[in-house]
């Protein structure tokens, strides 16, 4: 609601967070009976979520609204937390 989204992209976004919320859930379940997950793999992939779905709000015309800024922060701090670096800034240990 806060993000000002016609209610159709609303109802679709929440049931592609919800796909991808359950798909954490499960991963979780995995760990805790102690079948081997890829991790950093898995949290990779999740971090396509974010970015996929904000290049899609922009492209309907959702450009510079906080939810596009929010989702793409999130998608860096993913792959941040899995030990990756965005972008070819001098601060990144990855920079040329």
């Known amino acids: 609601m806060r993000a000002g989204l016609p ?36 949290v990779l992939a999740g971090s396509d979520f974010p970015g996929n779905l904000a290049t ?6 959702i450009r510079d609204a906080p939810i596009t800024r929010r989702l793409e922060d999130e998608a860096r701090a993913l792959i941040r937390s899995a ?3 965005v972008g070819g800034g001098s601060g990144s240990s990855s920079a040329p």
Do not use: N
Request: proline share 2%.
């Open 7 to 42: 209610e159709d992209a609303r109802t679709e976004l929440q049931a592609r967070i919800s796909h991808v919320l359950d798909d954490a859930r499960f991963t979780r379940e995995r760990l805790s009976e102690g079948i081997p997950v890829d991790v950093t793999g898995h």
């Open 56 to 61: 899609q709000l922009r492209e309907h015309g």
């Open 83 to 85: 030990g990756g670096a």
